[in-house]
């Protein structure tokens, strides 16, 4: 309930199609209802539309939710439906197989979720189950996006937007860890972890803060198994 007003409107590049994000918020003014219309580029009484012709728009996969930010797109029929909360994790042979426990580095390239004050949504996380030992990067709901260890963390220190595409570089070793992010600056500092004790990577998600899901895209993550070094990094974030 309430009038809706304000937000604002975004356009994802997803590869193979464009995903359109429009957000309103509750004033609470006192209206019960919400009107979504999309138009052909030619007008409305322009005449019949279709995929080839010029100025036309081709709409599938329309989602109303309810919420504090977007979540990923659940396809549906003529019911509404759930699905569990995105999130992908490697243990066993299948991380132990290619994690260096003694130094590596992580690129990847995300869309940075809506901006929420003392949020952290995590990108990925590498722990052991009682997960006293870590290495992660996150977004922080200040709006950085940020590296560390469970002794420590640094910040990218650039600052970054609610849905904004960041490429982000980081990497661990027995010297400290270091981000790079979109090309700019390389930040360090001297923070380590038991590296030999994590047996686990979850992305998306990290298995001690399980309310800080990222609730937006990672197009890709890349692993490496030594230190990039800051050329590296600045011109794979480029």
Same mark, same amino acid.
Not at 133 to 138: G, H, K, P
């Given at each position: 309930?309430?009038?809706?007003?304000?937000?604002?409107?975004?356009?994802? #590049?997803?590869?193979?199609?464009?995903?359109? @994000?429009? @957000? /309103?918020?509750?004033?609470?003014?006192?209206?019960? +209802?919400?009107? $979504?219309?999309?138009?052909?580029?030619?007008?409305?009484?322009?005449?019949? #539309?279709?995929?080839?012709?010029?100025?036309?728009? /081709? @709409?599938?996969? %329309?989602?109303?939710?309810?919420?504090?930010?977007?979540?990923?797109? !659940?396809?549906?029929?003529? %019911?509404?439906?759930?699905?569990?909360?995105?999130?992908?994790?490697?243990?066993?042979?299948? =991380?132990?197989?290619?994690?260096?426990?003694?130094?590596?580095?992580?690129?990847?390239?995300?869309?940075?979720?809506?901006?929420?004050?003392?949020?952290?949504?995590?990108? =990925?996380?590498?722990?052991?189950?009682?997960?006293?030992?870590? =290495?992660?990067?996150?977004?922080?709901?200040?709006?950085?996006?940020?590296?560390?260890?469970?002794?420590?963390?640094? +910040?990218?220190? $650039?600052?970054?937007?609610?849905?904004?595409? /960041?490429?982000?570089?980081?990497?661990?070793?027995?010297?400290?860890?270091? @981000?790079?992010?979109?090309?700019?600056?390389?930040?360090?500092?001297?923070?380590?972890?038991?590296?030999?004790?994590?047996?686990?990577?979850? !992305?998306?998600?990290?298995?001690? =803060?399980?309310?800080?899901?990222?609730?937006? +895209?990672?197009?890709?993550?890349?692993?490496?198994?030594?230190?990039?070094?800051?050329?590296?990094?600045?011109?794979?974030?480029?």
């Amino acid at each position: 309930t309430g009038a809706l007003t304000g937000g604002g409107v975004a356009v994802e #590049d997803k590869g193979e199609y464009w995903r359109f @994000i429009g @957000i /309103v918020t509750n004033n609470s003014n006192g209206n019960t +209802s919400l009107s $979504v219309s999309i138009y052909p580029a030619a007008g409305v009484y322009a005449g019949a #539309d279709s995929v080839t012709a010029t100025g036309s728009n /081709v @709409i599938f996969g %329309a989602q109303l939710e309810a919420g504090a930010f977007v979540t990923s797109y !659940i396809p549906t029929t003529s %019911a509404s439906a759930t699905r569990a909360v995105d999130i992908a994790a490697m243990t066993g042979t299948n =991380f132990s197989s290619w994690f260096n426990t003694t130094q590596g580095s992580f690129f990847y390239i995300a869309y940075v979720p809506y901006l929420i004050p003392l949020t952290y949504p995590r990108i =990925f996380s590498c722990s052991n189950a009682a997960y006293s030992s870590y =290495f992660y990067s996150y977004v922080n709901g200040s709006g950085t996006m940020r590296v560390g260890t469970d002794a420590g963390e640094q +910040s990218g220190v $650039v600052a970054v937007t609610s849905l904004q595409r /960041v490429k982000v570089a980081c990497t661990y070793s027995s010297t400290g860890i270091k @981000i790079c992010v979109n090309g700019n600056t390389v930040y360090s500092a001297a923070y380590t972890s038991t590296y030999s004790l994590l047996d686990k990577l979850t !992305i998306g998600q990290s298995t001690l =803060f399980g309310s800080n899901s990222l609730s937006n +895209s990672i197009t890709k993550i890349t692993y490496y198994p030594t230190v990039l070094t800051d050329s590296q990094m600045q011109a794979l974030t480029t």
